[in-house]
């Protein structure tokens, strides 16, 4: 399903391009400021207004998005109390180790 049609993943969506444009406008302000009359610029620089002055709300939105994206995806199975076999454990050591030798 693409982000047109769910919900969350729209509005996901609209929360990383409000935060890529506030940090596209930090690092490059002069390119943002000549080009906010166009169609698809001037979308961008008001993209990065919002996320300038609603800061403080942008960032809570993005940590209660980021909460509910790993419950709803299964990344806090800790939580569940769901016992690993100890194949899957094992080789999850392995791989650890190897990456760690080769670092």
Known sequence: ????????SALL??????CTCTYAHGVLPGWMDRN???AIT???WKAARVGERLSP???LCCLVMA?????HQGSLRVLTRRRVSNNVALAGVKEMV??????
């Open 1 to 8: 399903m693409t982000a047109l049609f769910n919900f969350e």
């Open 13 to 18: 969506c609209l929360l990383l391009l409000i």
């Open 36 to 38: 906010k009359e166009g």
């Open 42 to 44: 001037g979308f961008f």
């Open 57 to 59: 709300y942008m960032g």
């Open 67 to 71: 909460v509910n994206t790993a419950v």
């Open 98 to 103: 190897l990456w760690i030798r080769t670092a």
